[in-house]
């Protein structure tokens, strides 16, 4: 095998793990707004909406600006992580609102400590997923800044302990190529 094939061979594993990452919680949300009816449908397609359009705005939109060499600010990335986030969480709230009424066809015996462990597991993974999908978004989000650099306007990005500077486009893209570094 070549460095081509290799190289190849690593982008499918990389789009099939992120696809299965980040489009298998939407397509299982716009499933379960197809069955539903009334007001559920419409509750539905919001949740779908909710997970939807951070997926189009980030990913999409971030691949369209990435071929200009551009790339979202904060400013887009921050919300879109979090409703992203929100939509997780959400979609978690779901499945645990469905195992209680599935606990309802269990023996009284099981279904006291089933739905005990069904609420523990639910609030357990509900604040794990919100904790760290907030903690995510924050990092992936950063924060920036317009400075003023060598006479250029720029975006200055805060990644952990240092500034990266990007050169400004407008309030909502910046440059994608990083120009300097300061602490």
Avoid: N
């Avoid at 299965?20 to 716009?30: E, Q, R, Y």
């Amino acid at each position: 095998m070549g460095k081509g094939s290799l190289q190849i061979m690593y982008y499918i594993v990389y789009i099939i793990v992120y696809a299965c990452m980040f489009l298998i919680p939407a397509i299982s949300v716009a499933l379960i707004a197809l069955r539903a009816s009334g007001w559920k449908r419409l509750l539905a397609w919001c949740h779908f909406a909710l997970l939807a359009l951070p997926l189009v705005i980030a990913g999409g939109g971030g691949m369209i600006l990435s071929a200009r060499g551009l790339a979202w600010r904060s400013c887009v990335k921050l919300p879109c992580g979090f409703a992203y986030a929100a939509g997780l969480t959400l979609l978690l709230l779901r499945a645990a609102l469905f195992l209680w009424r599935k606990t309802i066809r269990w023996r009284p015996a099981a279904r006291g400590l089933g739905r005990c462990a069904v609420l523990a597991a639910g609030i357990f993974l509900g604040l794990v997923l919100s904790w760290y999908g907030l903690l995510f978004s924050a990092i992936w989000a950063g924060r920036d800044q317009v400075q003023t650099f060598e006479g250029q306007t720029v975006v200055a990005e805060r990644s952990w302990t240092d500034w990266d500077l990007y050169a400004y486009h407008s309030l909502l893209v910046r440059g994608a190529d990083r120009l300097d570094r300061y602490s």
